[in-house]
């Protein structure tokens, strides 16, 4: 077995890599659930995540995956025959898909290549043919993790008004929330769904819903069956600073820390280094003469960068490569893309030097599996971080010359 020393590079888009400071605030002895202290972190943490989803409704945190977040917005708001429309952005879209599948709704699922973000034009078109308003929810996947392309929930949340369509708009944004910009009151949006292992830097573990006036009115008429994840008695019972059950007590410390540091850089700093770290990482992909998975400039995701592997290479034995000789981990191309596709994470607790470490072992990667490519990649995106982009400046010299 190769020993490798100094920190393994955990590159995967989610979880992300934790730092010290919110392993040092988990690390703390069992506290009462029920006590004043208890209720003080309840409060804190409650507060903390209205002020990350830039909403003054209701947060609601579960102890657990994104995926029971996923589960708590449709049993919240939806009944067994409800239509809703969904696009297929990529693997995480099939999966909500498939837990919507399973409560019998019924899903217009629009067909996508995996290479762009939804399809505003057709959504906008499904809804205006939907006279009748049948449509009870719109339900999309904001930073769609593995592919690497956007799509922007404003953009959706206006093509429903102009049809006039009173859908619900849910959105996931569970590799969004913490590394995109977000804003659940400002763009009406009526449920968003978010877990803790990605932008907020912390172990997977609690599933968070934030949720409209209007949301929490249709749940209150809605007669679906539901208990552990049913919005009303969190609710209810967050009003003490506590929970109906056992809460997940020592993820609420790292929580809490976390979203101070994310405080601390301001959120839309931390916005603006997700997006520098992103055209950094784009410009070695261009520079490598190899492709993004998302084909949209519009769309790329300030989180991650799927990149497609050359014709006859595949991408699971390159990533074996390099966590091999570079103790470095990077993120499987999933479902249809598998071995097609490897994915970088540039998401959470990251900074420049990290950046140029992962590019390097990727450049080092390519050649020790014998992947056709160019030198280049590294000093690319050295060049986008010291604000210089070769590219742009070897154009412009020439029409100077
Ligand atoms: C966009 C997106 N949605 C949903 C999920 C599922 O979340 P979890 O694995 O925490 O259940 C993930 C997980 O990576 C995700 O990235």
Redesign the pocket.
Known sequence: MTVHTGRHFLQIP?PTNIPDRVLRAMDMPTMDHRGPEFAEIGFAVLAALQRVFRTKQPVIIYPS???GA?EAAIVNTLLAGDKVLMAETGQ?AV?WHGIADKFKLDVDFLAGDWRRGADLEQIEARLAADRQHQIKAVMI?H???STGCVTHPLEVRKAMDRVKHPALLMV?T??GLGSLEYEHDAWGIDVSVA?S??GLMLP?GLGFNAVSEKALAVAKANPSMRSYWDWQEVIAINKAGTWPYTPAVNLLFGLKEAIAMLEEEGLDNVFARHKRHSAATRAAVKAWGLETQCQDPHAHSPALTGVVMPEGHDADNFRKVVLENFDMSLGTGLNKIKGKAFRIGHIGHFNDLMLMGTLSGIEMGLDLARVPYRSGGVLAAMEVLKGRDVVAMSKSTAAVA
């Open positions: 989610g995956s994104g995926t996923w995480f999966l996947v930073n769609e993790t996931d569970i590799s877990g292992q990605k997977p």
